[in-house]
């Protein structure tokens, strides 16, 4: 890792409040009663009644929505044994995995214990706190032990995710696999190159699957396991062959299914081409695979592969499991995780894999359609519907097998309330980000001499989102990277005073000239503008030599917004531009205009404001549930005001049938759903997630986002300029670096839309363009 890169991991988990989880109450705590029902004397009564009925601790604690993720440290990662202490940022990062996928709450707890029977001793006697507990990094063979004994002694759920997610998700791959190659479980040749925890579950998942122990042959670094060995244990010794010389070469002869967990490199080509007909390999080390995507795929055309990376088709990754797996546990209080639920993980998902893919993963991975084949074998791990799939089929396994003390019988019901506990924003934002990788774009960045800017830019060209080009006086612009630690060596600095550059601001002129001569800008004004950096910023993206731009962060929003209004102008149709935020809220992202642009529109100037949200939205892949704001509810107030924001709904209406809107409306009335209903039945917002906020004027929607933003607590992104008819977006005053890169995805995705693919050859060709793609394929 560069150093640049190692300071901001460092400062991404040191800055704030250190790490990256936190405790909050989900009751009032405020008022002296508030007080008193929490704790002394309240707190009594609960106490009292799991006293009577153990069972109660579910309803009146967070027990049954609590999993403990348990390491020593002794495999972390591709680090090894570096301790429990050491390990804990892995497990807070599992933690919010956990969180982020299903809606579950993490006490991590590392264990400074090496010894297993002492281990299981400590975890066993945390079980009254946790309705479920996820093992992670242990090391082989003690994991095994552990493992296998807290599931003896605990009544809760207990999985090793270290061993078993990878084999439930790469079971998934290999059923829909076999498939596809018309072949039979039972019938296949396995080469299985790796022997430790991972791969002797996903031996025996395969043999759950119907798989026959005599069709395995296992390879670990001692070489091929066989009777002669001592060293096996009782779960690798059946597996043992007679053969003790086999070498990996001659065992992938006539093989069908390869699958690895060990070491770079070690299975070479024409390995591979003395496969079976129709193989399947599964390279699963990391970051680099037993063989590459593209050398498997030279030799054999006929293959179907998966690897561990997000940069090639069929990514096996654990995060499609253990969320969605312990949700299904936790729901329906199972007492263990057992061999029949991890089953049903495994054919949900790959069943799922079989189902048409919503927009929003086809967005994300910057694909017009996937479709189930040789190269989607598994659900992609940004889709949403994982929850709803897994988790019941999961709780349901539960109930068939006897291990679940509360059936649901309203499954439906269920899968809607999985639905509703996620809301859309992390899945927005990844989404949008997978998108913008897989198509970057030049971004022109006017105010380069800021280290915020230089900051985002270097974070944005890192990150794969776009390839940086900066303007401003170089010396300036190096001299504050060089103090601040910031690499740029591989962007173009553009001074826009430069006597060098004087032939391309004449040409910006001319063109320039050509759109304003009429509109009292004469020709030398247009050459003196061209020294402007947002001027001839707007011009690179007008004439081509760029794609997007942004600027604003330390000018007024009217005089930066000027430039882009003068020389690209609108889109056909737009009379006047607006400005949108994209709020993320623990509901989902909700979008709220104009908050930047006009001061009072008319109702006519409202619905055109409303319309082109409406088509921004849609290119997030979401459909827009909109609400027109006032003071006044369908006519309570009979102010001109309020008659305004009717007028422009219905003006909506009349422009697109189709597009679900009602106003005008009080601000919290589109969210009470009961009284929306109650009072206002023949409302299109009825039974509706509202995800849309128009505001009646700049006023109220300035003053509702920043209120928002601050004391809400809520991530903003924007302002999106809407209406323009290419790419620039201009920055709020005093941007934070965050928003900078967030604007930077939302630049790029909007020139993906606006623009033509790059006419400039000679920067296509250039080392740093051909070196940010490169990154790309690194990015995982």
């Known amino acids: ?101 299903a809606d579950i709450d993490v006490f991590d707890i590392e264990i400074n214990e090496s010894d297993p029977e002492k281990f299981v001793q400590i975890v066993k006697s945390l079980e009254p706190t946790f309705g479920g507990i996820n093992l992670e990094d242990i090391k082989a063979p003690e994991c095994f032990y552990i493992e296998q004994n807290l599931k003896k002694q605990l009544s809760i759920p207990v999985m090793h995710d270290d061993q078993h997610g990878t084999a439930i998700i790469s079971g998934a791959a290999l059923l829909n696999a076999l498939e596809i190659q018309g072949k039979k479980i039972e019938d296949i040749k396995f080469v299985i190159s790796g022997a430790g925890a991972a791969a002797v579950a996903c031996v025996q ?123 299904g546990a936790l729901d329906v209080r199972a007492t263990q995780i057992n061999e029949a639920m991890k089953l049903a993980a495994v054919k949900a998902l790959a069943e799922l894999a079989k189902t048409p893919v919503p927009d929003i993963v086809t967005m994300a991975y910057g694909q017009k359609n996937i479709i189930f084949g040789p190269d989607y074998i598994i659900p992609k791990p940004l889709d949403p519907r994982l929850l709803a799939s897994v988790s019941p089929a999961v709780a349901q396994a539960a109930i068939d097998s006897g291990v679940a003390k509360r059936p649901i019988s309203d499954w439906e019901g269920y899968k809607v309330e999985l639905n509703k506990r996620l809301g859309l924003d992390n899945q927005v934002i990844r989404a949008i980000g997978g998108q913008v990788r897989r198509n970057p774009k030049r971004i022109v960045f006017a105010e380069a001499d800021n280290q915020k ?58 063109a320039f000239f050509t759109k304003r001569q009429r509109k009292g800008v004469n020709y030398y004004e247009s050459r003196k503008l061209m020294r402007d950096r947002n001027y001839f910023g707007c011009m690179m993206v007008e004439m081509g030599e760029a794609d997007a731009m942004i600027s604003g962060l330390t000018k007024n929003y009217a005089d930066a917004i000027r430039p882009a209004l003068q020389t690209i102008g609108v889109e056909p149709g737009v009379k006047k531009i607006a400005g949108m935020y994209l709020l993320l809220t623990k509901k989902g992202p909700l979008f709220l205009a104009d908050t930047t642009i006009n001061f009072n529109p008319t109702a006519e100037e409202l619905a055109d404001i409303t319309l082109m949200v409406a088509k921004e939205i849609r290119n997030f892949n979401i459909t827009p549930h909109i609400a027109m704001l006032s003071y006044s509810n369908f006519g309570s107030n009979p102010s001109d005001e309020a008659k305004l924001v009717a007028t422009a709904t219905r003006i909506v209406r009349e422009k697109n049938p189709d597009l679900v809107v009602d106003g005008e409306m009080q601000a919290w009335l589109p969210f009470n759903k009961e009284v929306l209903k109650e009072n206002y039945g023949f409302s299109q917002l009825v039974d509706k997630d509202v995800n849309t906020l128009i505001f009646p004027n700049l006023t109220a929607g300035n003053v509702a986002y920043n209120l928002l933003k601050e004391v809400g607590g809520a991530e903003l992104i924007g ?8 790419p620039v977006h201009v920055l709020q005053l005093g941007s934070s670096v965050r928003n900078i890169v967030n604007m930077a995805n939302i630049a790029v995705l909007d020139a993906q839309l606006k623009c033509a693919d790059h006419s400039n050859k000679a920067l296509l060709d250039s080392k740093y363009w051909q070196k940010l793609k490169a990154k790309m394929n690194l990015i995982k």
């Open 1 to 101: 890792m560069s150093d640049a890169k190692k300071q901001d991991a460092l400062l991404y988990h040191s800055k704030g409040r250190p790490g990256k989880i936190e405790v909050i109450p989900t009751k009032e705590a405020k008022t002296q009663r508030d007080l008193s029902l929490a704790y002394s004397p309240g707190v009594a009564e609960p106490c009292m009644e799991i006293h009577a009925n153990p069972e109660d601790a579910y309803k009146y604690t967070a027990k049954g929505n609590l999993v403990a993720v348990i390491s020593n440290g002794s495999a972390v990662l591709g680090l090894g044994n570096i301790g429990a202490l050491a390990g804990k940022p892995v497990m807070e990062g599992k933690g919010v995995l956990f969180k982020i996928f």
């Open 205 to 327: 998942i395969y043999v759950a699957l119907g798989a026959k122990h005599e069709h395995f042959t296992i390879f670990d670094i001692d070489g091929v396991l066989h009777k002669g060995r001592t060293d096996l244990g009782d779960i690798r010794a059946q597996f043992a062959v007679d053969n003790a010389s086999l070498t990996l070469a001659e065992a992938m002869k006539g093989a069908d299914v390869f699958i690895g967990l060990s070491a770079p490199n070690v299975l070479k080509p024409e390995m591979v081409a003395s496969m079976n007909t129709k193989p399947i390999v599964f390279a699963m080390a990391n970051p680099t695979p037993e063989i590459s995507y593209e050398a498997a795929k030279a030799v054999r055309d006929d293959i179907i592969m998966a690897t561990g990376r997000s940069d090639y088709p069929n990514q096996v990754n654990n995060v499609l499991g253990f969320p969605y797996i312990f949700r």
């Open 453 to 510: 800017i230089l900051k985002s830019a270097s974070i944005a060209y890192e990150d794969g989102i776009c390839y940086p080009i900066l303007l401003g006086e170089r010396s300036k612009i190096e001299s504050i990277a060089r103090d601040n630690g910031i690499n740029i060596e591989d962007f173009p600095i553009v001074d826009t005073r430069d006597p060098n550059l004087e032939e391309t601001r004449q040409k910006f002129a001319a």
């Open 719 to 726: 302002p999106i300029l809407l209406g323009l008819k290419k």
